[in-house]
Protein backbone atom coordinates (compact mmCIF):
# COMPACT_ATOMS: atom_id res chain seq x y z
CA UNK A 1 0.00 0.00 0.00
CA UNK A 2 1.50 3.36 -1.17
CA UNK A 3 2.47 5.78 1.81
CA UNK A 4 -0.08 8.34 0.70
CA UNK A 5 -3.23 6.25 0.50
CA UNK A 6 -2.06 4.47 4.23
CA UNK A 7 -1.86 8.32 5.21
CA UNK A 8 -5.36 8.97 3.35
CA UNK A 9 -7.16 6.01 5.54
CA UNK A 10 -5.47 7.31 8.52
CA UNK A 11 -6.95 10.53 8.19
CA UNK A 12 -10.48 9.38 6.91
CA UNK A 13 -10.83 7.00 9.56
CA UNK A 14 -10.92 9.78 11.93
CA UNK A 15 -13.13 11.79 10.46
CA UNK A 16 -15.43 9.01 10.05
CA UNK A 17 -15.23 8.22 13.83
CA UNK A 18 -16.14 11.79 14.50
CA UNK A 19 -19.00 11.39 12.10
CA UNK A 20 -20.10 8.50 14.34
CA UNK A 21 -19.80 10.62 17.78
CA UNK A 22 -22.16 13.17 16.04
CA UNK A 23 -24.34 10.19 14.74
CA UNK A 24 -24.50 8.84 18.47
CA UNK A 25 -25.35 12.39 20.05
CA UNK A 26 -28.43 12.47 17.45
CA UNK A 27 -29.44 9.48 18.57
CA UNK A 28 -29.22 9.77 21.93
CA UNK A 29 -30.97 13.23 21.20
CA UNK A 30 -33.98 11.08 19.90
CA UNK A 31 -33.70 8.80 21.77
CA UNK A 32 -32.59 9.41 25.75
CA UNK A 33 -31.49 12.81 26.41
CA UNK A 34 -33.95 14.76 29.01
CA UNK A 35 -35.65 17.83 26.91
CA UNK A 36 -33.85 21.12 28.50
CA UNK A 37 -30.24 18.98 27.41
CA UNK A 38 -30.84 20.33 23.77
CA UNK A 39 -29.11 23.61 23.49
CA UNK A 40 -25.81 21.66 24.96
CA UNK A 41 -26.44 18.69 22.67
CA UNK A 42 -26.89 21.58 19.63
CA UNK A 43 -23.56 22.98 20.88
CA UNK A 44 -21.94 19.67 21.10
CA UNK A 45 -22.53 18.98 17.78
CA UNK A 46 -21.53 22.51 16.18
CA UNK A 47 -18.64 21.33 17.40
CA UNK A 48 -18.21 17.95 16.29
CA UNK A 49 -19.49 18.79 12.88
CA UNK A 50 -17.16 21.60 12.56
CA UNK A 51 -14.02 19.34 13.68
CA UNK A 52 -14.66 16.60 11.22
CA UNK A 53 -15.58 19.43 8.68
CA UNK A 54 -12.29 20.86 8.80
CA UNK A 55 -10.24 17.85 9.04
CA UNK A 56 -11.83 16.60 6.00
CA UNK A 57 -11.30 20.02 3.87
CA UNK A 58 -7.75 20.07 5.25
CA UNK A 59 -5.17 20.94 2.47
CA UNK A 60 -4.05 17.55 3.41
CA UNK A 61 -6.24 15.70 2.07
CA UNK A 62 -6.37 17.16 -1.40
CA UNK A 63 -2.31 17.13 -1.44
CA UNK A 64 -3.13 12.97 -0.71
CA UNK A 65 -5.72 12.66 -3.31
CA UNK A 66 -3.57 14.41 -5.87
CA UNK A 67 -0.80 12.56 -5.20
CA UNK A 68 -2.73 9.18 -5.72
CA UNK A 69 -4.23 10.03 -9.05
CA UNK A 70 -1.31 8.45 -10.78
CA UNK A 71 -1.83 5.02 -7.99
CA UNK A 72 -5.82 5.02 -9.03
CA UNK A 73 -5.03 5.05 -12.89
CA UNK A 74 -3.62 1.75 -12.06
CA UNK A 75 -6.30 0.03 -9.80
CA UNK A 76 -8.82 -2.13 -11.01
CA UNK A 77 -11.94 0.02 -10.82
CA UNK A 78 -13.67 -2.25 -8.66
CA UNK A 79 -10.66 -2.57 -6.02
CA UNK A 80 -11.77 -0.86 -2.35
CA UNK A 81 -8.84 1.07 -2.73
CA UNK A 82 -10.15 2.63 -6.12
CA UNK A 83 -13.39 3.11 -5.22
CA UNK A 84 -12.03 5.21 -1.79
CA UNK A 85 -10.30 7.43 -3.96
CA UNK A 86 -12.75 7.81 -6.08
CA UNK A 87 -15.52 8.47 -3.94
CA UNK A 88 -13.46 10.78 -1.33
CA UNK A 89 -12.54 12.86 -4.18
CA UNK A 90 -16.52 13.83 -5.05
CA UNK A 91 -17.11 14.23 -1.23
CA UNK A 92 -13.95 16.49 -1.14
CA UNK A 93 -14.25 18.64 -4.55
CA UNK A 94 -18.23 19.36 -2.66
CA UNK A 95 -17.16 19.66 0.84
CA UNK A 96 -14.29 22.31 0.94
CA UNK A 97 -16.78 24.84 -1.06
CA UNK A 98 -18.80 24.85 2.07
CA UNK A 99 -17.46 27.68 4.58
CA UNK A 100 -16.82 25.39 8.28
CA UNK A 101 -18.64 27.53 10.19
CA UNK A 102 -21.59 26.86 7.99
CA UNK A 103 -21.82 23.31 7.69
CA UNK A 104 -21.29 23.68 12.18
CA UNK A 105 -24.27 25.99 12.00
CA UNK A 106 -26.63 24.02 10.09
CA UNK A 107 -25.90 20.95 12.51
CA UNK A 108 -26.77 23.75 15.43
CA UNK A 109 -29.71 24.79 14.19
CA UNK A 110 -31.34 21.26 13.47
CA UNK A 111 -30.48 20.19 16.85
CA UNK A 112 -32.50 22.91 18.31
CA UNK A 113 -35.02 22.61 15.66
CA UNK A 114 -35.41 19.29 16.88
CA UNK A 115 -36.04 19.88 20.39
CA UNK A 116 -38.83 22.59 19.56
CA UNK A 117 -39.90 20.11 16.70
CA UNK A 118 -40.88 17.68 19.62
CA UNK A 119 -42.96 20.48 21.38
CA UNK A 120 -44.69 21.74 18.87
CA UNK A 121 -46.08 18.86 16.99
CA UNK A 122 -47.00 17.71 20.83
CA UNK A 123 -49.10 20.90 21.17
CA UNK A 124 -50.00 21.35 16.92
CA UNK A 125 -48.47 24.74 17.50
CA UNK A 126 -46.78 25.02 13.44
CA UNK A 127 -46.03 29.14 15.10
CA UNK A 128 -44.02 27.58 17.49
CA UNK A 129 -41.59 25.41 15.03
CA UNK A 130 -41.77 28.58 12.38
CA UNK A 131 -38.64 30.29 13.25
CA UNK A 132 -36.37 27.93 13.72
CA UNK A 133 -38.13 25.99 9.94
CA UNK A 134 -37.03 29.66 8.63
CA UNK A 135 -33.64 29.63 9.67
CA UNK A 136 -32.92 25.99 8.26
CA UNK A 137 -34.46 27.10 4.79
CA UNK A 138 -32.27 30.23 4.88
CA UNK A 139 -29.25 28.09 5.85
CA UNK A 140 -29.50 25.77 3.17
CA UNK A 141 -30.19 28.90 0.62
CA UNK A 142 -26.60 29.52 2.03
CA UNK A 143 -25.11 26.02 1.63
CA UNK A 144 -26.88 25.88 -1.63
CA UNK A 145 -25.10 29.52 -2.84
CA UNK A 146 -21.53 27.96 -1.93
CA UNK A 147 -21.88 25.91 -5.32
CA UNK A 148 -21.89 26.73 -9.07
CA UNK A 149 -25.22 27.08 -10.12
CA UNK A 150 -26.65 23.80 -11.51
CA UNK A 151 -29.98 23.44 -13.73
CA UNK A 152 -32.23 23.91 -10.33
CA UNK A 153 -30.68 24.81 -6.61
CA UNK A 154 -33.01 21.67 -5.63
CA UNK A 155 -30.35 18.97 -7.77
CA UNK A 156 -27.64 20.15 -4.97
CA UNK A 157 -29.91 19.59 -1.73
CA UNK A 158 -31.34 16.03 -3.51
CA UNK A 159 -27.62 15.16 -4.32
CA UNK A 160 -26.52 15.04 -0.55
CA UNK A 161 -28.89 12.03 -0.26
CA UNK A 162 -28.94 10.41 -3.67
CA UNK A 163 -26.00 11.15 -5.46
CA UNK A 164 -25.40 12.55 -9.59
CA UNK A 165 -29.65 12.32 -9.96
CA UNK A 166 -31.52 15.43 -10.92
CA UNK A 167 -34.63 16.98 -9.78
CA UNK A 168 -35.72 16.87 -13.68
CA UNK A 169 -35.00 13.01 -13.56
CA UNK A 170 -37.02 12.59 -10.29
CA UNK A 171 -39.91 14.40 -11.74
CA UNK A 172 -39.97 12.23 -14.79
CA UNK A 173 -40.02 9.07 -12.93
CA UNK A 174 -42.66 10.94 -10.62
CA UNK A 175 -44.47 11.65 -13.82
CA UNK A 176 -44.98 8.35 -15.03
CA UNK A 177 -45.45 6.97 -11.01
CA UNK A 178 -48.30 8.88 -10.88
CA UNK A 179 -49.55 7.94 -14.53
CA UNK A 180 -49.94 4.56 -12.97
CA UNK A 181 -50.98 4.90 -9.71
CA UNK A 182 -53.65 7.71 -10.21
CA UNK A 183 -56.08 5.31 -11.87
CA UNK A 184 -55.26 2.44 -10.13
CA UNK A 185 -56.05 4.43 -6.94
CA UNK A 186 -58.99 5.51 -8.34
CA UNK A 187 -60.23 1.64 -9.40
CA UNK A 188 -59.69 0.46 -5.82
CA UNK A 189 -61.73 3.69 -4.83
CA UNK A 190 -65.02 2.25 -6.12
CA UNK A 191 -64.66 -0.93 -4.41
CA UNK A 192 -63.65 0.53 -0.93
CA UNK A 193 -65.99 -1.89 0.78
CA UNK A 194 -64.71 -4.95 -0.79
CA UNK A 195 -61.67 -4.81 2.13
CA UNK A 196 -62.61 -4.58 6.19
CA UNK A 197 -59.92 -3.87 8.15
CA UNK A 198 -61.91 -3.01 11.55
CA UNK A 199 -59.41 -6.19 12.71
CA UNK A 200 -56.86 -3.88 13.06
CA UNK A 201 -58.00 -0.92 15.76
CA UNK A 202 -58.82 -2.32 19.37
CA UNK A 203 -56.95 -2.95 22.11
CA UNK A 204 -53.25 -4.25 21.34
CA UNK A 205 -51.09 -3.67 24.97
CA UNK A 206 -47.09 -2.63 23.91
CA UNK A 207 -45.61 -5.24 26.19
CA UNK A 208 -47.50 -7.84 23.22
CA UNK A 209 -46.61 -5.95 20.44
CA UNK A 210 -42.88 -5.70 21.56
CA UNK A 211 -42.56 -9.57 22.04
CA UNK A 212 -43.79 -10.52 18.81
CA UNK A 213 -41.87 -7.98 17.03
CA UNK A 214 -38.91 -9.25 18.87
CA UNK A 215 -39.43 -12.94 17.29
CA UNK A 216 -39.79 -11.53 13.90
CA UNK A 217 -36.83 -9.57 14.11
CA UNK A 218 -34.82 -12.49 15.24
CA UNK A 219 -36.44 -14.52 12.13
CA UNK A 220 -34.96 -11.78 10.15
CA UNK A 221 -31.51 -11.87 11.81
CA UNK A 222 -31.38 -9.07 14.23
CA UNK A 223 -29.29 -10.20 17.45
CA UNK A 224 -28.68 -8.46 20.64
CA UNK A 225 -24.61 -8.79 20.39
CA UNK A 226 -24.93 -5.92 17.05
CA UNK A 227 -28.69 -4.76 17.40
CA UNK A 228 -30.29 -3.11 19.29
CA UNK A 229 -34.17 -1.62 19.73
CA UNK A 230 -36.01 1.83 21.08
CA UNK A 231 -38.85 4.18 21.58
CA UNK A 232 -38.82 6.92 19.80
CA UNK A 233 -41.39 9.73 18.10
CA UNK A 234 -40.55 9.73 15.02
CA UNK A 235 -38.74 5.80 13.70
CA UNK A 236 -35.51 5.87 12.51
CA UNK A 237 -32.44 3.75 12.27
CA UNK A 238 -28.64 4.81 12.54
CA UNK A 239 -25.32 2.63 12.84
CA UNK A 240 -22.54 3.55 15.20
CA UNK A 241 -20.74 0.70 13.26
CA UNK A 242 -21.51 -2.15 11.14
CA UNK A 243 -21.76 -4.09 14.19
CA UNK A 244 -23.77 -1.29 16.05
CA UNK A 245 -27.35 -1.02 14.82
CA UNK A 246 -29.14 1.14 16.40
CA UNK A 247 -33.24 1.20 15.54
CA UNK A 248 -35.95 2.81 16.61
CA UNK A 249 -40.04 2.31 16.60
CA UNK A 250 -43.30 3.85 18.49
CA UNK A 251 -46.18 2.01 19.24
CA UNK A 252 -49.78 2.59 19.92
CA UNK A 253 -52.06 0.82 22.12
CA UNK A 254 -54.66 0.86 19.43
CA UNK A 255 -53.59 -0.53 16.07
CA UNK A 256 -50.24 -2.37 14.86
CA UNK A 257 -48.79 -0.04 12.84
CA UNK A 258 -45.23 -0.29 14.99
CA UNK A 259 -45.06 -4.19 13.54
CA UNK A 260 -44.80 -3.11 10.22
CA UNK A 261 -42.48 0.48 11.03
CA UNK A 262 -40.36 -1.87 13.27
CA UNK A 263 -39.64 -4.42 9.86
CA UNK A 264 -39.06 -0.84 8.14
CA UNK A 265 -36.25 0.10 10.54
CA UNK A 266 -34.46 -3.52 10.10
CA UNK A 267 -34.28 -3.04 6.40
CA UNK A 268 -32.12 0.23 6.91
CA UNK A 269 -30.20 -1.86 9.81
CA UNK A 270 -29.54 -5.04 7.44
CA UNK A 271 -27.94 -2.55 5.09
CA UNK A 272 -25.50 -1.05 7.29
CA UNK A 273 -24.82 -4.39 8.98
CA UNK A 274 -24.14 -5.79 5.79
CA UNK A 275 -21.31 -3.60 4.41
CA UNK A 276 -17.76 -5.55 4.19
CA UNK A 277 -16.33 -5.21 7.60
CA UNK A 278 -13.14 -4.31 5.26
CA UNK A 279 -14.81 -0.82 4.42
CA UNK A 280 -15.35 -0.07 8.31
CA UNK A 281 -14.01 3.70 9.38
CA UNK A 282 -13.91 5.03 5.50
CA UNK A 283 -16.32 6.40 4.19
CA UNK A 284 -17.70 3.64 1.81
CA UNK A 285 -18.99 1.92 4.90
CA UNK A 286 -22.57 3.08 4.84
CA UNK A 287 -25.30 2.59 1.80
CA UNK A 288 -24.79 3.89 -1.95
CA UNK A 289 -28.06 6.38 -1.53
CA UNK A 290 -30.75 6.86 0.47
CA UNK A 291 -33.32 5.92 -2.39
CA UNK A 292 -31.52 2.44 -2.42
CA UNK A 293 -31.75 2.18 1.48
CA UNK A 294 -35.02 2.97 1.35
CA UNK A 295 -35.82 0.27 -1.12
CA UNK A 296 -34.56 -2.09 1.61
CA UNK A 297 -36.86 -0.99 4.63
CA UNK A 298 -39.39 -1.12 2.52
CA UNK A 299 -38.73 -4.01 0.95
CA UNK A 300 -38.54 -5.74 3.88
CA UNK A 301 -41.97 -3.38 5.63
CA UNK A 302 -44.24 -4.53 2.40
CA UNK A 303 -43.03 -6.81 0.09
CA UNK A 304 -42.05 -9.61 2.80
CA UNK A 305 -44.28 -7.29 5.91
CA UNK A 306 -47.49 -7.53 3.83
CA UNK A 307 -46.85 -10.56 2.13
CA UNK A 308 -48.87 -14.02 2.51
CA UNK A 309 -46.20 -15.89 2.44
CA UNK A 310 -44.61 -14.02 5.87
CA UNK A 311 -48.22 -13.78 7.26
CA UNK A 312 -48.40 -17.93 6.40
CA UNK A 313 -45.61 -18.38 9.49
CA UNK A 314 -46.18 -15.74 11.80
CA UNK A 315 -50.29 -15.07 11.86
CA UNK A 316 -50.84 -17.58 13.90
CA UNK A 317 -48.11 -16.06 16.93
CA UNK A 318 -49.65 -13.24 16.04
CA UNK A 319 -53.20 -14.20 17.17
CA UNK A 320 -51.47 -15.92 19.80
CA UNK A 321 -50.30 -13.08 21.21
CA UNK A 322 -53.71 -11.45 20.81
CA UNK A 323 -56.43 -13.44 21.11
CA UNK A 324 -59.23 -11.27 22.03
CA UNK A 325 -58.66 -9.13 18.87
CA UNK A 326 -57.80 -11.72 16.56
CA UNK A 327 -58.50 -14.95 17.58
CA UNK A 328 -61.21 -15.32 15.52
CA UNK A 329 -60.12 -13.70 12.39
CA UNK A 330 -58.37 -15.91 9.63
CA UNK A 331 -55.53 -15.10 7.92
CA UNK A 332 -57.18 -13.98 4.42
CA UNK A 333 -59.12 -11.03 5.89
CA UNK A 334 -55.76 -10.30 7.87
CA UNK A 335 -54.39 -10.06 5.12
CA UNK A 336 -56.24 -7.90 3.15
CA UNK A 337 -57.00 -5.97 6.19
CA UNK A 338 -52.70 -4.89 6.14
CA UNK A 339 -53.14 -4.00 2.15
CA UNK A 340 -56.00 -2.07 2.50
CA UNK A 341 -56.03 1.07 -0.15
CA UNK A 342 -57.13 4.06 1.97
CA UNK A 343 -56.40 7.92 1.80
CA UNK A 344 -54.89 8.89 5.44
CA UNK A 345 -53.20 11.77 7.04
CA UNK A 346 -49.98 10.30 8.02
CA UNK A 347 -47.27 9.15 5.39
CA UNK A 348 -45.64 6.35 7.57
CA UNK A 349 -48.61 5.04 8.28
CA UNK A 350 -50.43 5.16 4.57
CA UNK A 351 -50.79 2.38 2.42
CA UNK A 352 -48.24 1.04 -0.47
CA UNK A 353 -50.61 2.63 -3.33
CA UNK A 354 -51.28 6.62 -1.77
CA UNK A 355 -48.13 6.45 0.27
CA UNK A 356 -46.29 7.98 -2.98
CA UNK A 357 -48.75 10.66 -3.49
CA UNK A 358 -47.55 12.03 0.28
CA UNK A 359 -44.09 12.20 -1.45
CA UNK A 360 -44.97 14.37 -4.33
CA UNK A 361 -46.73 16.68 -2.02
CA UNK A 362 -43.61 16.96 -0.12
CA UNK A 363 -41.59 16.93 -3.29
CA UNK A 364 -43.34 19.77 -4.58
CA UNK A 365 -43.60 21.87 -1.56
CA UNK A 366 -39.79 21.53 -0.96
CA UNK A 367 -38.78 23.04 -4.28
CA UNK A 368 -41.31 25.96 -3.63
CA UNK A 369 -39.96 26.53 -0.12
CA UNK A 370 -36.44 26.51 -1.05
CA UNK A 371 -37.17 29.04 -4.21
CA UNK A 372 -39.56 31.08 -1.93
CA UNK A 373 -42.62 30.40 -4.27
CA UNK A 374 -44.52 29.63 -0.95
CA UNK A 375 -44.32 31.91 2.16
CA UNK A 376 -43.83 29.65 5.50
CA UNK A 377 -45.70 30.94 7.52
CA UNK A 378 -48.47 29.70 4.36
CA UNK A 379 -47.16 26.34 4.85
CA UNK A 380 -50.04 24.72 7.22
CA UNK A 381 -52.77 25.70 4.77
CA UNK A 382 -50.95 24.92 1.02
CA UNK A 383 -50.62 21.63 2.73
CA UNK A 384 -53.95 20.90 4.34
CA UNK A 385 -54.86 22.42 0.29
CA UNK A 386 -52.95 19.76 -1.63
CA UNK A 387 -54.14 16.88 1.14
CA UNK A 388 -57.63 17.70 -0.46
CA UNK A 389 -56.70 17.28 -3.57
CA UNK A 390 -53.99 14.91 -3.36
CA UNK A 391 -55.95 12.75 -1.28
CA UNK A 392 -58.99 13.69 -0.68
CA UNK A 393 -58.48 14.12 3.12
CA UNK A 394 -59.19 16.94 5.45
CA UNK A 395 -56.17 17.50 7.76
CA UNK A 396 -57.68 18.55 11.28
CA UNK A 397 -54.58 20.32 13.27
CA UNK A 398 -50.97 20.93 12.59
CA UNK A 399 -49.89 17.60 14.19
CA UNK A 400 -51.74 15.39 11.87
CA UNK A 401 -50.58 17.81 9.02
CA UNK A 402 -47.38 19.63 8.31
CA UNK A 403 -45.83 19.08 11.74
CA UNK A 404 -45.98 15.14 11.13
CA UNK A 405 -42.21 14.61 10.23
CA UNK A 406 -38.96 15.53 11.31
CA UNK A 407 -37.09 15.81 8.20
CA UNK A 408 -37.64 19.69 7.48
CA UNK A 409 -36.79 20.42 12.07
CA UNK A 410 -33.16 18.08 11.48
CA UNK A 411 -32.69 20.53 7.76
CA UNK A 412 -33.37 17.42 6.04
CA UNK A 413 -34.28 19.04 2.84
CA UNK A 414 -34.21 17.21 -0.59
CA UNK A 415 -34.63 13.85 1.48
CA UNK A 416 -38.29 13.32 0.57
CA UNK A 417 -38.28 11.79 -2.81
CA UNK A 418 -35.45 9.03 -1.87
CA UNK A 419 -38.79 7.39 -0.39
CA UNK A 420 -40.66 6.73 -3.18
CA UNK A 421 -37.63 6.06 -5.04
CA UNK A 422 -36.89 3.25 -2.44
CA UNK A 423 -40.50 1.86 -3.51
CA UNK A 424 -39.66 1.66 -7.15
CA UNK A 425 -36.06 0.31 -6.48
CA UNK A 426 -37.81 -2.73 -4.04
CA UNK A 427 -39.48 -3.69 -6.70
CA UNK A 428 -36.81 -3.86 -9.34
CA UNK A 429 -35.19 -5.83 -6.61
CA UNK A 430 -37.42 -8.31 -5.80
CA UNK A 431 -38.22 -9.09 -9.45
CA UNK A 432 -34.58 -9.88 -10.09
CA UNK A 433 -34.45 -11.89 -6.59
CA UNK A 434 -37.61 -13.80 -7.74
CA UNK A 435 -35.64 -14.75 -10.78
CA UNK A 436 -32.37 -16.05 -9.06
CA UNK A 437 -34.48 -17.70 -5.83
CA UNK A 438 -37.24 -18.79 -7.70
CA UNK A 439 -38.82 -20.59 -4.39
CA UNK A 440 -38.24 -17.55 -2.76
CA UNK A 441 -41.96 -17.84 -1.33
CA UNK A 442 -41.86 -21.06 0.41
CA UNK A 443 -38.45 -19.86 2.06
CA UNK A 444 -40.44 -17.28 3.53
CA UNK A 445 -43.36 -19.44 4.64
CA UNK A 446 -40.87 -21.70 6.40
CA UNK A 447 -39.10 -18.50 7.79
CA UNK A 448 -36.03 -19.65 6.14
CA UNK A 449 -34.52 -15.99 5.34
CA UNK A 450 -31.03 -17.06 5.03
CA UNK A 451 -30.74 -17.41 1.50
CA UNK A 452 -32.75 -14.03 0.70
CA UNK A 453 -30.53 -12.11 3.36
CA UNK A 454 -27.51 -13.61 1.74
CA UNK A 455 -28.49 -12.71 -1.76
CA UNK A 456 -28.77 -8.89 -0.95
CA UNK A 457 -25.68 -8.91 1.06
CA UNK A 458 -23.71 -10.24 -1.69
CA UNK A 459 -25.38 -8.43 -4.67
CA UNK A 460 -26.00 -5.14 -3.14
CA UNK A 461 -25.63 -4.44 1.02
CA UNK A 462 -21.41 -5.24 1.18
CA UNK A 463 -20.53 -3.24 -1.22
CA UNK A 464 -21.59 0.13 1.00
CA UNK A 465 -20.87 3.12 -0.90
CA UNK A 466 -18.29 1.96 -3.33
CA UNK A 467 -20.31 3.17 -6.36
CA UNK A 468 -22.48 5.72 -7.42
CA UNK A 469 -25.86 4.89 -6.84
CA UNK A 470 -26.75 4.39 -10.69
CA UNK A 471 -23.91 2.46 -10.94
CA UNK A 472 -24.83 0.02 -7.74
CA UNK A 473 -28.68 0.13 -9.07
CA UNK A 474 -27.27 -0.87 -12.86
CA UNK A 475 -25.17 -3.56 -10.78
CA UNK A 476 -27.85 -5.12 -8.94
CA UNK A 477 -30.88 -5.13 -11.58
CA UNK A 478 -28.76 -5.00 -14.45
CA UNK A 479 -30.56 -1.74 -15.57
CA UNK A 480 -31.30 1.92 -14.92
CA UNK A 481 -33.97 3.26 -12.08
CA UNK A 482 -37.68 2.01 -13.34
CA UNK A 483 -41.48 2.39 -12.02
CA UNK A 484 -43.03 -0.25 -13.93
CA UNK A 485 -42.03 -3.15 -11.96
CA UNK A 486 -43.32 -1.31 -8.95
CA UNK A 487 -46.59 -0.74 -11.08
CA UNK A 488 -46.47 -4.04 -11.88
CA UNK A 489 -46.54 -5.25 -8.23
CA UNK A 490 -48.97 -2.81 -7.48
CA UNK A 491 -51.65 -3.90 -10.05
CA UNK A 492 -50.77 -7.71 -9.83
CA UNK A 493 -51.32 -7.71 -5.47
CA UNK A 494 -54.16 -4.71 -5.30
CA UNK A 495 -55.80 -5.69 -8.37
CA UNK A 496 -56.18 -9.04 -6.98
CA UNK A 497 -57.53 -8.20 -3.24
CA UNK A 498 -59.91 -5.73 -4.69
CA UNK A 499 -61.02 -8.28 -7.89
CA UNK A 500 -59.88 -5.79 -10.50
CA UNK A 501 -60.47 -6.12 -14.11
CA UNK A 502 -57.37 -7.95 -15.53
CA UNK A 503 -55.86 -8.69 -12.52
CA UNK A 504 -54.46 -12.52 -11.56
Given at each position: ????????????????????????????????????????????????????????VSEEIGRLLEELRPYEESLDYDSD?????????????????????????????????LSVWDEARETSDFGLFLPHLERNVELRRRYVACFAKAQEDYDLLLDDYEPGMTTAEVRAVFHELKAGLV??????????????????????PVERQQAFERKVLESFGFSPRSWRIDETVH??????????????????????????????????????????????RTPLARGAS?????????????????????????????QEAFPEQLGSVDLETFYRAINKVQPSLIRIEADEATYNLHIVLRFELEQEMLAGRVALADLPEVWNMRMREYL?????????GVLQDMHWAGGSIGYFPTYSLGNIVSAQIWERLGADLPDLDEQIERGELGPLREWLRERLHRHGRKFMPKETLERVVGGPIDPRPYLRYLRSK????YGLPGSR
Open positions: MPRALQELKQRLAEIVDLGKVAGLLAWDQRTMMAPAGAPARAEQLATVTRIAHEKFAASLIRMTRRDYEKARLVPTELRAEMSRSAAIAPLIAEIAERADAVDDSCLRGSFPFASSMSSDDIRLTTRHHETDLSAIFATMHEFGHGLYEHGVDRALELGLHESQSRMWENLIGRGRPFWRRFYPELGVDVPDDAHLGEI
